[in-house]
């Protein structure tokens, strides 16, 4: 069982165009984020939500809506996608406490046409 | 807010030679240092780690040191061999945000 999943794993769409992309993770872990990897491989976070609850929010624009319905789930939804958001979106997750270790789902590589 | 450089972006070896990366970070309340690898395609995954109240760690062919007075770390690979070549990234955690920040990542590429 993958522990991390996200989808899709592709995106491909218009400008204009609102997306959404799933999370989930099985590790039981209290805490979920989403990366940004763009295309010089910077990886920079975006969201961080502990137990359902929004902890960090990144200098992002407010077309990117995290959601967590639960511990287990972070999904972003992104409105008015434009040019610029084509990048690889990473999901990740990690347990409280000591061991930070991150956990990242496989990405999403979103294109924006 | 932390700031994570790392250098070189790019580094080639030869196979069975030694590879170093290095990295300093701004936060000095920063206690938690990983390194993640990224091969072609593939998600980040982390290699190993290190704590403030550490200096060194090492696990068989990989090395971590860090130097709190300087703010300094560094990930050391011995003998590398062709699957080593991947992108790799350092990391600070710590401070008031403790939020992780990703150096911008080496390109390793180990010629057979």
């Known amino acids: 069982d993958t522990a991390v999943s996200q989808t899709p794993k592709y995106l491909v769409t218009q400008m204009g165009n609102d997306k959404s992309i799933k999370c989930e993770q099985n590790?039981?872990?209290?805490?979920m984020y989403w990366y940004k990897q763009d295309s010089k491989k910077f990886l920079k976070i975006m969201f961080s939500y502990n137990n359902k609850e929004l902890i960090i929010n990144e200098t992002v624009p407010n077309r990117f809506s995290p959601k967590s319905p639960d511990k287990a789930h972070l999904n972003l939804h992104i409105n008015s996608l434009e040019l610029g958001d084509s990048a690889v979106y990473f999901c990740?997750?990690?347990?409280?406490?000591?061991?930070?270790?991150?956990?990242f789902g496989s990405g999403t590589q979103l294109s924006v046409l | 807010g932390e700031n994570v450089e790392q250098h070189p972006s790019t580094l080639s070896v030869q196979e069975g030679d030694s590879a170093v990366i290095k990295c300093t970070y701004s936060d000095s309340a920063s206690n938690y240092f990983p390194w993640y690898k990224q091969e072609l395609g593939k998600r980040p995954q982390l290699i190993i780690d290190?704590?403030?109240?550490?200096g060194e760690k090492k696990d068989q062919r990989i090395a971590v040191t860090l130097n709190k007075t300087t703010k300094h770390f560094s990930l050391h690979i011995t003998e590398t061999q062709p699957e080593d070549s991947a992108v790799y990234f350092c990391a600070a955690r710590g401070g008031a945000t403790n939020k992780l920040i990703f150096g911008t990542g080496t390109l390793l590429a180990v010629q057979p």
């Open positions: 990740a997750s990690s347990p409280i406490g000591e061991n930070e270790k991150l956990f």
């Open positions: 290190i704590r403030s109240n550490v």
């Open positions: 590790l039981g872990h209290d805490t």
